[in-house]
Structure formats: structure tokens, C-alpha cells
């Protein structure tokens, strides 16, 4: 089992910075992948950014350039650095363990979520 908590949502106004924090308990986090999705009014949940247990890094097109994803697997924290945000950026945004392995169910644990809001 792992517990993920949210933090650092907010109002920001376009082209401001926001931090999103996601602190992980409850099994070993350095083993999972960890996602961050968000969800927007009226639309499905969507991949914004991946880092896996090797510190890989993957991102929607919509955000390269201006998210970063990290880890602190001493802190079981995984962050996500946004700049240049957008209106359209705009979201719950999901933090998400998962863990795969050939011969095993995967397994998948989400956060409650926090919202950014991108507005003048």
C-alpha cells in the first residue's frame, strides 16, 4: 500500500511558477514509477508527466519545455516544477505510484488531487 498527498496547487497567473509536491508513505517508493495526470473541467484525466524508478523522464507535448518532473527518494517525495503556465494548464492535478513486473498485477495508487488554477 502507498498513501500519496498533494500540495502546492493554487491561483497563479499565466506565465507565473507553480510547484506541485507529492509526499509518498507506506512501502518502498523507489520502486514505483511515479506520474503526475491532471484532469480539467469537462475533459478525461490526462499523462502529464512520468519519472520512473531509473529517473527516466517522459512528457506530454503540451507541457515539454516548461514542466519538470523529479524525485527525492530520501524524502519519498516526487516533485513537479511548472513555468510558463498557461490557462489551459488549468487542472486537478494527480499524482500516481505505479509498479509493474512481468508475472504480477500491476498495481496503481492515486493521490486526492490539487488544484491549479491559471487566471489573471
Known amino acids: 500500500q502507498v498513501q500519496l498527498v498533494e500540495s502546492g496547487g493554487g491561483l497563479v497567473q499565466p506565465g507565473g511558477s507553480l510547484r506541485l509536491s507529492c509526499a509518498a508513505s507506506?512501502?518502498?517508493?523507489?520502486?514505483?514509477?511515479m506520474n503526475w495526470y491532471r484532469q480539467a473541467p469537462g475533459k478525461e484525466r490526462e499523462l502529464v508527466a512520468t519519472i520512473t524508478s531509473g529517473d527516466s523522464t517522459n512528457y506530454a507535448d503540451s507541457v515539454k519545455g516548461r514542466f519538470t518532473v523529479s524525485r527525492d527518494n530520501a524524502k519519498n517525495t516526487v516533485f513537479l516544477q511548472m513555468h510558463s503556465l498557461k490557462p489551459e494548464d488549468t487542472a486537478v492535478y494527480y499524482c500516481?505510484?505505479?509498479?509493474?513486473?512481468?508475472?504480477?498485477?500491476?498495481?496503481?495508487?492515486w493521490g486526492k488531487g490539487t488544484l491549479v488554477t491559471v487566471s489573471l
Open positions: 500516481n505510484a505505479h509498479w509493474e513486473q512481468v508475472g504480477y498485477s500491476d498495481m496503481d495508487y
Open positions: 507506506g512501502s518502498i517508493f523507489s520502486i514505483y514509477a
